[in-house]
């Protein structure tokens, strides 16, 4: 394929290496005629393991060159890669002109063209930046998004010192297009990479770089705070991390990151605020750990908002627990949260499959005594009776018989605080998702 990359920085460079050895004829465009000069003598724009042999056997074998004429590049090539910087200012924003610029040259460009033109954005950028990009296209070319040309969203995820092989060996390869069939040509360049290739809608996509290394800052950080509070102890944290890692099953998995309500129960709380006064007695700052509690906090208020917003009083709560198959009520966020609406005089009903008055006794019920002394007068055996004179219905147990019940009543409001996976009843107009 025929493929212009804007951009002749680090990933603009590892991708014209990694695409020419793959045989592919690439043209690189940027505004620097030193980048540019250095390219069309074979030589790499950076410096990276392995980086120079892939641009000198590419420009030997005919494969590379480089230009400052956006113009003739784009009239060349079928796909144009951007991957400019985007440089952030002192308080973390995103400096997008430069792919602007680019935007606004492809949509002169292609103006000329007949051949159908696909543009793909490798580039860090904000959520929604390829709908940008789009328009300025069509507004430089009189084209049609779609029709005449696509914008796809193909994140980066490459690690200085490692960056080719990590080409060649992504985790994922994230494509964001509304529709697969826009996002042909940059698919079939992954056709001989070994890896799961993944096509969502363009923000989530977008989105996704993010997240990653936000993910991986607070794991250094998170590292960084054990470590310290271990070293106080006399306590070799290297030991203490391997063995945390060990665990797959829970600790290096996807079964606590799940976005949804505020965690409870007997554990997480008190082992938190045990680690939390280790640090402090022994004067190590953890303000990572020490936030950890705000956030879920912070959780809570935000579904006591989203209820407090929609004027409305008669409310039945499906769970009370901290989680479902249980009926440990001790520090469930639930009761929490069915305390805060009785005491701003809503109207509640509760159901919970495994919580019974009679069998509550023990830590549960001087936690219950305290928190919600008249559970009694809350509790009910049967949905059935009680949905049909009720206006909110907060799902907090994602229970087998659940989706059957809510699909019945779709007059309801219904705040789901786990993650339904019906995708009916999350079209459902009156449906709120905690935070999706």
């Not at 009189?142 to 080719?164: C, D, Q, Y």
């Not at 106080?232 to 063995?243: A, G, N, T, W």
């Not at 009910?380 to 018989?401: E, L, R």
Request: glycine share 6%; net charge negative.
């Amino acid at each position: 394929m025929n493929i212009s990359i804007f951009g002749l920085g680090y990933v603009g460079c590892v991708s014209m290496g990694c695409l020419a050895k793959m045989g592919h004829n690439i043209i690189g465009v940027d505004k620097s005629e030193v980048k540019v000069e250095q390219t069309n003598l074979g030589k790499a724009t950076i410096i990276e393991d392995g980086i120079d042999d892939l641009i000198k056997d590419g420009y030997a074998d005919n494969k590379i060159s480089a230009t400052l004429n956006s113009y003739e590049a784009i009239i060349k090539t079928d796909l144009s890669i951007i991957a400019v910087g985007t440089p952030s200012d002192l308080n973390g924003h995103l400096n997008m002109n430069y792919i602007y610029e680019a935007a606004e040259e492809i949509g002169i460009a292609i103006k000329d063209k007949k051949d159908y033109h696909e543009i793909v954005i490798r580039s860090t950028i904000l959520p929604g930046t390829c709908e940008k990009v789009e328009a300025i296209i069509e507004n430089n070319s009189g084209k049609k998004k779609n029709e005449n040309f696509s914008v796809i969203a193909n994140p980066e995820f490459l690690r200085e010192g490692t960056a080719i092989k990590d080409y060649f060996n992504p985790p994922l390869i994230l494509v964001g297009s509304n529709n697969r069939k826009y996002a042909l040509k940059i698919i079939s360049l992954y056709e001989d990479i070994k890896s799961e290739l993944i096509v969502e809608d363009r923000k989530t996509i977008e989105i996704m770089k993010y997240v990653n290394n936000t993910f991986h800052a607070l794991k250094i950080s998170f590292a960084n705070e054990v470590g310290n509070i271990c070293k106080s102890l006399d306590i070799d944290s290297r030991k203490v991390m391997e063995l945390l890692v060990k665990d797959k099953q829970l600790n290096i998995s996807s079964y606590y990151l799940k976005p949804g309500f505020a965690y409870g129960g007997s554990c997480l709380p008190k082992d938190l605020k045990g680690f939390q006064s280790l640090a402090h007695e022994n004067n190590i700052k953890v303000p990572i750990i020490a936030s950890i509690n705000k956030t879920n906090t912070i959780q809570t208020e935000r579904a006591l908002q989203l209820i407090c917003s929609l004027k409305k009083k008669k409310v039945l709560m499906i769970g009370l627990s901290f989680k479902s198959n249980t009926d440990d009520l001790r520090n469930s966020p639930y009761v929490e949260l069915a305390e805060r609406l009785i005491g701003k005089g809503y109207d509640i009903s509760i159901y919970d499959e495994n919580v019974y008055i009679s069998n509550i006794q023990g830590t549960n019920k001087v936690y219950i005594d305290e928190h919600v002394p008249h559970l009694s007068k809350l509790l009910i055996d049967s949905i059935d009776d009680y949905i049909n004179d009720t206006d909110i219905i907060i799902v907090s147990h994602n229970i087998n018989k659940c989706n059957k019940i809510l699909s019945k009543h779709q007059n309801k409001i219904i705040i789901d605080l786990v993650g339904l996976d019906d995708e009916v009843i999350k079209m459902h107009s009156n449906y709120y998702g905690i935070n999706w």
